[in-house]
């Protein structure tokens, strides 16, 4: 396989689209990436939290890769994320190894599920959005997690199972779920789709972008049928201009539930960011909560990748 192909594989997985080569030699390659952000959120004070808040994270990213012979390789990830308001140890993001080769990339430990890129459609702000999907967490990034990826031209496949590690009295963990996305051609459209299975939760799920020029659309619908007949309905719709150096975004996600009269998910975010160099930027977000008892936000945020 072509080391061009595997640094491709690995820039995928990293933290930041800056990593840096630290090793390579003898068909073993070492990068470094992540990133620090300066965040502070401001909300009416509660029982819980005060008006202003620091939610600043550091995110560190290590990726390695072997070349084991001309058709297979190997992968190590690791990534750690600290939040100053948890004031708490390093939280292992990422954490684990595979081999992979023109088939894709087979892997174990703790890494994403398979819906992740149908959700990047609209998942596109530095801070908020993405609040319809509520992905079932074997579809989200998980441990005990074996996953399969392969990029094929313009196709590209998931597949995840998570392996079920409850002990005795407690909710069966295990479930599985599997997604593809498909870009066009060179129209500027992709159309993804997905689907995860869970206890007794299905999930369906389908997503689609357009960009032109300076332009980008993209949307999504979700569903979740639970055995309690209290499904679940969301979708999402996000738009993003970017002009020179400065990058404007909104969203807006709704979601229901068919028992509750009042929506769960109810909420407009808008951000500007502002890229001094492409990998550092300062950008402010807003949340508008339409959601009754639910508070807005305010997010002011420095972001330097590496």
């Excluded at 990339?105 to 599920?113: A, E, P, Q, R, S």
């Excluded at 407009?268 to 807005?296: H, W």
């Amino acid at each position: 396989m072509k080391k061009t192909l595997i640094a491709l594989t690995i820039a995928s997985m990293a933290a930041g689209v800056n990593a840096a080569e630290l090793y390579n030699q003898n068909g073993n390659t070492l990068n470094l990436s992540g990133r620090a952000e300066a965040v502070v959120s401001h909300q009416d004070a509660t029982a819980t939290r005060g008006d202003f808040e620091d939610q600043s994270r550091v995110r560190l990213n290590v990726a390695g890769t072997t070349q084991i012979n001309d058709a297979l390789y190997a992968v190590g990830v690791w990534e750690g994320e600290f939040v100053t308001a948890d004031k708490s140890a390093i939280d292992t993001r990422y954490g684990f190894a595979g081999i992979g080769g023109e088939f894709g990339l087979v892997t174990y430990g703790k890494n994403d599920g398979s819906l992740g890129m149908i959700t990047d459609f609209t998942d596109i702000m530095s801070w908020h959005g993405a609040g319809a999907g509520q992905k079932l967490s074997v579809a989200d990034r998980t441990e005990n997690n074996l996953g399969y990826v392969g990029n094929f031209a313009a196709l590209t496949v998931k597949a995840n199972y998570r392996f079920d590690d409850a002990t005795a009295g407690q909710t069966s963990t295990d479930g599985f779920s599997i997604g593809a996305k498909y870009a066009l051609g060179n129209s500027g459209f992709a159309l993804g789709a997905g689907m995860a299975s869970e206890s007794s939760v299905e999930q369906y799920m389908l997503g689609a972008g357009y960009e032109l020029n300076n332009l980008y659309f993209g949307a999504l619908a979700t569903s979740k049928t639970f055995d309690n007949s209290n499904d679940y309905f969301g979708y999402e719709l996000a738009a993003q201009y970017t002009l020179d150096k400065t990058v404007l975004t909104g969203t807006y996600a709704n979601g229901e539930f068919d028992n509750d009269t009042d929506a769960s998910v109810d909420q407009i975010a808008l951000e500007a960011a502002y890229f001094f160099k492409p990998n550092f930027r300062g950008y402010t977000s807003y949340n508008f909560n339409m959601v009754d008892g639910q508070d807005d936000e305010l997010i002011l945020g420095l972001r330097y990748d590496y």
